[in-house]
């Protein structure tokens, strides 16, 4: 069974950072692209970056290109989502997900995503 485990999400001041994690297990994931994506309240869930895990190729909002980075660790079995220059419109439930890589105009979309983990909180203050 796959679990994805968020984790790393607070409270933080404009121009901060803050270091999201998200642990996978139940599986081998060398195939599968991890995703991150976000809500904030009213709106609909957005992507925000996605990770090969084989291959290590990345993709980014236009939105976080520059500010956040995404990565793997493959011997924890983990995705992290650096985010630097954090801005109040950052302000958001994360969430990280997981896919059988699909082709790369389908990596955006959350419907395309089979596993979700139960989101973290990011609340970042003006």
């Known amino acids: 069974q796959v679990q994805l485990v968020e984790s790393g999400g607070g409270l933080v001041q404009a121009g901060g950072s803050l270091r999201l994690s998200c642990a996978a297990s139940?599986?081998?994931?060398?195939?599968?692209?991890m995703g991150w994506f976000r809500q904030a309240p009213g709106k609909e869930r957005e992507f925000v970056a996605a990770i090969s895990w084989s291959g290590g190729s990345t993709y980014y909002a236009d939105s976080v290109k520059g500010r956040f980075t995404i990565s793997t660790d493959n011997a924890k079995n983990t995705v992290y989502l650096q985010m630097n220059s954090l801005k109040p419109e950052d302000t958001a439930v994360y969430y990280c997900a997981a896919t059988i890589f699909p082709p790369l105009s389908r990596l955006g979309l959350p419907h395309e995503y089979d596993y979700w983990g139960q989101g973290t909180q990011v609340t970042v203050s003006s």
């Open positions: 139940g599986r081998t994931f060398s195939s599968y692209a």
